[in-house]
Nanobody, 122 residues
Framework: QVQLVESGGALVQPGGSLRLSCEAS????????MGWYRQVPGKQRDRVAT?????????SYADSVKGRYTISWDRAKNMVYLQMNSLKPEDTGVYYC??????????????WGQGTQVTVSS
């Protein structure tokens, strides 16, 4: 059993910053990749940023957040972070953590967290 738990969502004014955190726990052998996705009501869940790699970090960002968001992870703690700066109202949504994990039984699966709400508004 693997769980992802996000935290850090909040109401913030335009131009402000937030840091989201996500912790993976359970029967984890290795985490192959982690990422953040955003969803607004009535629309599909879109990729925001991903990070992967065993020895080096390969990062990828949606065009809309490049230069403003930074993804990072702490492999030892099974955690991924999303630093969000210069926030805009269009950044509003539920942010979901995702992970590609090899479990202790050798299964390769994708997992989602429950989501954390980010609202950018004055």
């Amino acid at each position: 059993q693997v769980q992802l738990v996000e935290s850090g969502g909040a109401l913030v004014q335009p131009g402000g910053s937030l840091r989201l955190s996500c912790e993976a726990s359970g029967s984890i052998f290795s985490i192959n990749a982690m990422g953040w996705y955003r969803q607004v009501p009535g629309k599909q869940r879109d990729r925001v940023a991903t990070i992967a790699g065993r020895t080096t970090d390969s990062k990828s960002y949606a065009d809309s957040v490049k230069g403003r968001y930074t993804i990072s992870w702490d492999r030892a703690k099974n955690m991924v972070y999303l630093q969000m700066n210069s926030l805009k109202p269009e950044d509003t949504g539920v942010y979901y953590c995702a992970a590609e994990i090899t479990t202790s039984t050798g299964d390769h699966n994708g997992y989602w967290g429950q989501g954390t709400q980010v609202t950018v508004s004055s």
